[in-house]
């Protein structure tokens, strides 16, 4: 009896507890009066100026509930919340099976969140699951309960959850998904657009089909059993053919392959989910210029057909500290949102070719090194034969230096240079430009015959192009949420030391070559093409490859690249095809330096320059027709003048002597 009577006792004390705490609650959600629901709950993204990227009003788009297809309020009310009306924001048993679930688990994992919960949370609060979190959401809960009608919550709820694609709220999705209003929804669109909110990402059509019409066709079964459509109605919605409209709204933002990749770089910050991170308010500051990236898709919609399957990835980054400041992945995100830009890996041509002289000019390479151009054929091994050949069967048939070879990218040159060096030693080096990817260490690696990111290989160009740095890429400088507070602020760093300086300059300077006529008397530098549309100091390099056109190029201020080709690899026949990606560089290089003055690559303190007979490679005299400055590290320059271009009255002497010579020779032989 005794332990009754405590148990009792015990009882008692709990009630009262709970009591005075519901009590207390109750009095205090009172005196703080109704709770604002015009809250900005929609994650906001900036560029590097703090002005909002693209329009981000036509993500979202306010409606009455008369406004909205009785079928889908319906379809979400049993998919959400089934007892939506009747309680006064929580589910009381739905919240013991997931206390029993959590506390047998020893975390938050089960949760039970009616339609006022979700509208608390997205309104209020950040997705976390902590004990905490959920507190709040429920005093928010009964604050929501307490002052606004079932229909004003449910009218907030409907125009703040997030559908996918860009779409907040069930107007804008309704657009995006059938490019229709939400009054106009039938019961099959709706029981689609009702399973999405469940997760965005998992049960959208345009992700994936399959859970997509399985969650469909269970809100359908879930609308028969409680009434709210008949049996008829059920067998024509299940037989109703949906005509999916791509996501439109894509038409209306700007950069979207770069919002894609500031999600994935936020998830990894926040490690949210990116619906989470969409739907909680956030102020994500970006290294995107606007500017810079409307020309980016102004030069897309100039240079491609939309009947081609051709397409495209470029990107632009500081090479300070690898902010990319913008970004194209494809000619059609509606289309393809897959990032070739980031994503994709392929033969990398001649661009490899930088990478490849860095290594020669570590192991004893000089700007004015020479090596036979002519068609050659490589045995390998013992019996193999490997016979690369230049563009267009173009060879100089004398000995060339390595400034012209990389100018005129010749071929020969660079696999002698593979091969004296060993493609072992190669593929190590490029581990020092951040090449992650193991590249196969063969003769044609020299040609860029290895697939890699173009990210990858700017990343690289961007080592060069500041001296030899790491460079780890990004797009997020800082996220502000809904309070204000400051959540991630991202610190400056110095990348470490990979290259070394005065080579990278040396390289940096070799690569102006491709845009310098005067390095060759006889043959067009890969540059030609383009020199005339340039008006500051570029270093680049292009590439090809049968399915392949790449050009990447830097100063001091920026590096960019872009990749042409076929996503299924097939060949690029056409020659103005090729031309594309070099076009674009150019163009995209003089919008980025448009009303900046020129600046010039630092030359360090271990370089020296000379003037240099490109014929030759030894150093200039006033008779040499083509003269070139050339930078050397201290110790490794020419010393000898020209002795080929000599004036003409020496010429005639010379020549008088040889004669004399050759006269007095005969007659002692005689």
Known sequence: MKLLRTLFKLIIYCGIFLALGLGATLTASYILGPPDISNEY??????????????????????????????LIDATILAEDKNFYEHHGFDYRGIM???????????LK???????????????????????????????TIRLEMFYSKDEILTGYLNSIYYGHGAYGIEAASNVYFDKSANDLTVAESAMLAGVPKGPSYYSPFNNEKNAFERQEFILTLLLRENSIDQATYYNAKQEKLEFDQPNITNNTLAPYFEDLVMREAREILRGEEETILTSGYHIYTTLNQELQKQFEKEVSTYFDEKSDLDIGAIAINPKDGAIISLVGGKNYQNSPFNRAIDAKRMVGSTFKPLLYYAA????????????????AFVIGDNDVYKPSNYNGYYAYEPISLAQAIALSDNIYAVKTNLFLSPETVVGTTKKFGIKGDLPPVPSLALGSASISLLEMVQAYGMIANGGSEINSYTINKIVNQNGKVVYEREEETGKQALDKNKAFILTHLMQGMFDRRLNGYMEVTGSSIIDNLSHPYAGKSG????????????????TGVWTGYDDNQPMKLINEKAIAKTIWAEMMEAAHKDKEEVSFTVPEGVIKKIIDPETGMLATNDCTIKRATFFEKGTEPTEYCNVHLPSEELSEETGQKEGLLKKLFELLR
């Open 42 to 71: 929609i994650t906001v993204l900036y560029d590097q100026n703090g002005n909002k990227i693209g329009n981000t009003d036509n993500y979202h788009k306010q409606v009455e509930l008369d406004d909205i297809s009785t079928y």
């Open 361 to 376: 000019l570590e192991n004893g390479y000089t700007p004015t090194t020479k090596l036979l151009s002519e068609p050659t």
């Open 110 to 140: 089960e949760g039970a969140s009616t339609i006022t919960q979700q509208y608390a949370r997205n309104l209020y609060l950040t997705h976390e699951k902590t004990w905490v979190r959920k507190i709040k959401e429920a005093f928010y």
């Open 544 to 559: 090809t490859t049968d399915s392949d056109s790449w050009m990447i190029g830097y100063s001091p201020l920026v590096v």
């Open 97 to 107: 099976r997931a206390i029993v679930k959590n506390i047998s688990s020893s975390r």
